[in-house]
């Protein structure tokens, strides 16, 4: 039931109401008061009569001030409907139909809500009278400008077929824009009606404020598409890979984070992983009210690349999305030269037995992402450096004339460099060989030796923990680990051509990264094993060594990329070379688009903007390097988006203020209503309030 004006801006009249009492004022004469003995009886009869006199000069003002009342009323057209039916008759409507087509709306009204939307909208449709025009505006649609208001029901109700549920939340300040776009053109009438299940996902971050323009004046009718039974209410927040990196023959860790809703325990749900369309693992498990449950996976990949696999749930009357995309770049063993300048008769006693045993902690070829070779620096001579990802120096006396033009050619190449310093480095072949030669390898010369009573070693005091290298001591166990290193021995140097990674209590590097140059350099200023520090003691060491190994390769350990949500940017970057060049791209439901890289600093970067489905998106990369870069990406709905909860009423009405919104629910659409014209029944009031002010004026 709602009571309304086709047209409100005439209630503006309604300030006329005062004119026929400022008339009355204005005219009220100020006598002089003389008072005579000799007509005191006279006044007194007179005052008798003024009273009636009194009290019909006020019917007189308020049959005045009535009549001007009901005419802007009257103008201003009012309509008293019950139900939720449209107007029949009267002057031509301009409706804009805002349908509610996000994820939620595929599991609410007993699993039938966005069925339950169409036929609103279509009864709607159907309801129009020639002259009437309505537009049909999804609230998911990357492009709304195409869409315009219609006289013809039968492309309108094309028009609504072909909306298609989406994958993503309600973008109701955009949908709104849009109606009250379509609705700047001139109407008698004009109206918004909006079909959703009023998930509370859509609503929570809505302000009146996003909207680009609003008209109060324009009622807001909203249909309530409701879930009469709390079904279970269950979905996949996340998946996540545990462990380093992910390679060839590896056992390869998932966990996946499943989370009830609803206020009833699930039980025997059923959670699948698939990888590359094979089934590989699937587990029965229970979820408590309002709970979380992770749930483990373990299996390997035996090639390397691109993988896609997703975690499935599977109820019946399970409400809530079901799957979770995500895709694996498996790499295949990480090549490293380990050239240990100490080589002692004591395995334990040698330069390279912690950093080799980080590497490989088990020693086996099948146990760890990587491969280290441990050669002593006479076999440098022999060995062919491509054949490694990384080469590590630990303590070498010297760098030979015949082996600098080799590494200088495997880091023109690409590859990565990390330089262990300790008692048996010559500074000066260093500092001749690797800084004052051109190009230059490390970005300042070493300078004196800096050594301490082991108790009175330095600590870690200073990390960059936004650095690739050192992006695993977000952990905090491992950051106060490696923050509680002591370092007792270490050559001074500055970063005049590089940036510090690691520093010292007093301020010195120990961790330095050479700017600049194809290859990669990093150089520790301190030893690898205990001689210097008792960091190989430490937990932070096997992390320390494996992430720095690992961004020297180029960062190919192998990792899980759990995709973007829907409606989020996707960007890629790569070297600037591929500027100007195209990025070919087949979503999930086949259709193709490019982009095209555009300069970005120091980088060829590309936006992609229309992640609107959920699944597996393909790329076309560029010809050349480009094509080591993954080859597909996930995408993934909001899981926020599967809760079935609802904002209230009125803190919806609240949130809409001061457009004037109305909530209906479903049925009463079915059942129709009424809308009742006030106009005869105040034009003949009108006649009556202005004979009986005729009547009266002349009379008294």
Same mark, same amino acid.
């Given at each position: 039931?709602?009571?309304?004006?086709?047209?409100?801006?005439? $209630?503006?009249?309604?300030?006329?109401?005062?004119?026929?009492?400022?008339?009355?004022?204005?005219?009220?004469?100020?006598?002089?008061? +003389?008072?005579? /003995?000799? %007509?005191?009886?006279?006044?007194?009869?007179?005052?008798?009569?003024?009273?009636?006199?009194?009290?019909?000069?006020?019917?007189?003002?308020?049959?005045?001030?009535?009549?001007?009342?009901?005419?802007?009323?009257?103008?201003?057209?009012?309509?008293?409907?019950?139900?939720?039916?449209?107007?029949?008759?009267?002057?031509?409507?301009?409706?804009?139909?805002?349908?509610?087509?996000?994820?939620?709306?595929?599991?609410?009204?007993?699993?039938?809500?966005?069925?339950?939307?169409?036929?609103?909208?279509? $009864?709607?449709?159907?309801?129009?009278?020639?002259?009437?025009?309505?537009?049909?505006?999804?609230?998911?649609?990357?492009?709304?400008?195409?869409?315009?208001?219609?006289?013809?029901?039968?492309?309108?109700?094309?028009?609504?077929?072909?909306?298609?549920?989406?994958?993503?939340?309600?973008?109701?300040?955009?949908?709104?824009?849009?109606?009250?776009?379509?609705?700047?053109? /001139?109407? @008698?009438?004009?109206?918004?009606?909006?079909?959703?299940?009023?998930?509370?996902?859509?609503?929570?971050?809505?302000?009146?404020? @996003?909207?680009?323009?609003?008209?109060?004046?324009?009622?807001?009718? +909203?249909?309530?598409?409701?879930?009469?039974?709390?079904?279970?209410?269950?979905?996949?927040?996340?998946?996540?890979?545990?462990?380093?990196?992910?390679?060839?023959?590896?056992?390869?860790?998932?966990?996946?984070?499943?989370?009830?809703?609803?206020?009833?325990?699930?039980?025997?749900?059923?959670?699948?992983?698939?990888?590359?369309?094979?089934?590989?693992?699937?587990?029965?498990?229970?979820?408590?009210?309002?709970?979380?449950?992770? %749930?483990?996976?373990?299996?390997?990949?035996?090639?390397?690349?691109?993988?896609?696999?997703?975690?499935?749930?599977?109820?019946?009357?399970?409400?809530?999305?079901?799957?979770?995309?995500?895709?694996?770049?498996?790499?295949?063993?990480?090549?490293?030269?380990?050239?240990?300048?100490?080589?002692?008769?004591?395995?334990?006693?040698?330069?390279?037995?912690?950093?080799?045993?980080?590497?490989?902690? @088990?020693?086996?070829?099948?146990?760890?992402?990587?491969?280290?070779?441990?050669?002593?620096?006479?076999?440098?001579?022999?060995?062919?450096?491509?054949?490694?990802? @990384?080469?590590?120096?630990?303590?070498?006396?010297?760098?030979?004339?015949?082996?600098?033009?080799?590494?200088?050619?495997?880091?023109?190449?690409?590859? &990565?460099?990390?330089?262990?310093?300790?008692?048996?480095?010559?500074?000066?072949?260093?500092?001749?060989?690797?800084?004052?030669?051109?190009?230059?390898?490390?970005?300042?010369?070493?300078?004196?030796?800096?050594?301490?009573?082991?108790?009175?070693?330095?600590?870690?005091?200073?990390?960059?923990?936004?650095?690739?290298?050192?992006?695993?001591?977000?952990?905090?166990?491992?950051?106060?680990?490696?923050?509680?290193?002591?370092?007792?021995?270490?050559?001074?140097?500055?970063?005049?051509?590089?940036?510090?990674?690691?520093?010292?209590?007093?301020?010195?590097?120990?961790?330095?990264?050479?700017?600049?140059?194809?290859?990669?350099?990093?150089?520790?200023?301190?030893?690898?094993?205990?001689?210097?520090?008792?960091?190989?003691?430490?937990?932070?060491?096997?992390?320390?060594?494996?992430?720095?190994?690992?961004?020297?390769?180029?960062?190919?350990?192998?990792?899980?990329?759990? &995709?973007?949500?829907?409606?989020?940017?996707?960007?890629?970057?790569?070297?600037?070379?591929?500027?100007?060049?195209?990025?070919? +791209?087949?979503?999930?439901?086949?259709?193709?688009?490019?982009?095209?890289?555009?300069?970005?600093?120091?980088?060829?970067?590309?936006?992609?903007?229309?992640?609107?489905?959920?699944?597996?998106?393909?790329?076309?990369? /560029?010809?050349?390097?480009?094509?080591?870069?993954?080859?597909?990406? /996930?995408?993934?709905?909001?899981?926020?988006?599967?809760?079935?909860?609802?904002?209230?009423?009125?803190?919806?009405?609240?949130?809409?203020?001061?457009?004037?919104?109305?909530?209906?629910?479903?049925?009463?659409?079915?059942?129709?209503?009424?809308?009742?014209?006030?106009?005869?029944?105040?034009?003949?009031?009108?006649?009556?309030?202005?004979?009986?002010?005729?009547?009266?004026?002349?009379?008294?």
């Amino acid at each position: 039931m709602s009571f309304f004006f086709l047209h409100p801006l005439y $209630l503006y009249a309604l300030a006329a109401t005062s004119l026929p009492l400022l008339i009355h004022l204005l005219n009220r004469r100020k006598l002089k008061r +003389i008072r005579f /003995p000799a %007509v005191r009886f006279i006044l007194l009869s007179q005052r008798r009569i003024s009273r009636t006199y009194r009290l019909r000069q006020w019917i007189l003002l308020a049959l005045r001030t009535g009549a001007v009342f009901l005419l802007a009323l009257l103008l201003a057209h009012p309509i008293f409907q019950t139900g939720a039916g449209l107007f029949a008759g009267g002057a031509p409507l301009s409706l804009v139909i805002i349908l509610d087509s996000s994820l939620s709306m595929k599991w609410s009204g007993q699993g039938e809500g966005f069925k339950q939307a169409k036929e609103a909208a279509r $009864l709607l449709i159907s309801s129009l009278n020639d002259g009437d025009r309505a537009a049909v505006v999804p609230t998911n649609a990357p492009d709304r400008g195409s869409i315009r208001l219609k006289g013809e029901r039968e492309i309108l109700l094309r028009d609504l077929e072909g909306i298609q549920l989406s994958a993503g939340i309600a973008d109701f300040p955009a949908a709104l824009g849009a109606a009250y776009e379509l609705l700047k053109e /001139p109407a @008698a009438q004009k109206e918004i009606w909006l079909m959703t299940d009023m998930a509370l996902t859509g609503w929570e971050n809505f302000s009146i404020g @996003a909207l680009a323009q609003h008209d109060p004046l324009i009622p807001l009718k +909203i249909i309530k598409i409701a879930t009469k039974e709390e079904p279970s209410n269950a979905t996949i927040k996340e998946v996540k890979m545990r462990g380093h990196g992910a390679g060839v023959g590896l056992p390869i860790q998932l966990e996946a984070s499943v989370v009830n809703f609803s206020d009833q325990e699930i039980k025997d749900l059923l959670v699948q992983l698939n990888i590359d369309e094979r089934g590989r693992e699937q587990k029965l498990i229970s979820i408590p009210p309002k709970g979380e449950r992770e %749930v483990g996976f373990v299996f390997n990949l035996t090639q390397a690349g691109d993988h896609q696999g997703y975690v499935m749930l599977k109820k019946d009357g399970l409400a809530g999305n079901p799957i979770s995309y995500f895709t694996l770049r498996a790499e295949d063993k990480l090549k490293v030269l380990v050239v240990d300048g100490d080589p002692q008769t004591s395995l334990v006693q040698s330069e390279t037995f912690f950093l080799s045993r980080a590497l490989n902690p @088990a020693g086996e070829r099948d146990s760890s992402l990587f491969l280290p070779t441990v050669i002593i620096p006479e076999g440098l001579s022999s060995v062919s450096l491509d054949s490694y990802q @990384a080469l590590i120096l630990c303590n070498v006396p010297v760098i030979s004339d015949a082996f600098l033009p080799r590494l200088r050619e495997y880091l023109r190449k690409g590859g &990565g460099l990390l330089l262990f310093f300790g008692d048996r480095i010559q500074v000066d072949n260093y500092n001749a060989k690797l800084f004052h030669s051109s190009p230059p390898i490390l970005p300042a010369p070493i300078r004196e030796k800096k050594s301490f009573p082991e108790p009175a070693g330095e600590k870690i005091e200073a990390m960059d923990a936004s650095h690739p290298a050192l992006q695993a001591f977000a952990d905090q166990m491992l950051k106060e680990s490696l923050k509680a290193t002591k370092v007792h021995g270490y050559f001074r140097t500055d970063t005049a051509g590089g940036s510090t990674l690691l520093s010292l209590a007093g301020g010195a590097p120990l961790l330095v990264e050479k700017k600049g140059g194809p290859g990669r350099v990093l150089f520790f200023t301190s030893s690898a094993d205990r001689d210097w520090s008792d960091l190989p003691l430490k937990t932070a060491y096997l992390p320390l060594i494996q992430s720095l190994v690992s961004y020297l390769s180029g960062g190919k350990e192998g990792a899980m990329d759990p &995709g973007v949500t829907v409606g989020s940017p996707k960007v890629f970057s790569f070297p600037p070379l591929y500027v100007g060049k195209g990025l070919r +791209i087949v979503k999930p439901d086949r259709k193709e688009r490019e982009i095209t890289f555009v300069p970005n600093r120091e980088k060829a970067s590309a936006t992609f903007q229309e992640n609107d489905l959920a699944g597996i998106y393909r790329l076309s990369l /560029p010809e050349g390097e480009a094509q080591t870069a993954p080859q597909i990406y /996930p995408v993934n709905s909001p899981f926020l988006e599967s809760r079935l909860e609802s904002i209230g009423e009125r803190e919806l009405g609240a949130k809409l203020a001061p457009i004037r919104a109305e909530i209906l629910p479903f049925e009463s659409l079915e059942k129709g209503g009424t809308r009742t014209d006030l106009s005869l029944p105040l034009l003949l009031l009108l006649i009556v309030t202005l004979a009986s002010e005729g009547w009266l004026a002349q009379r008294f």
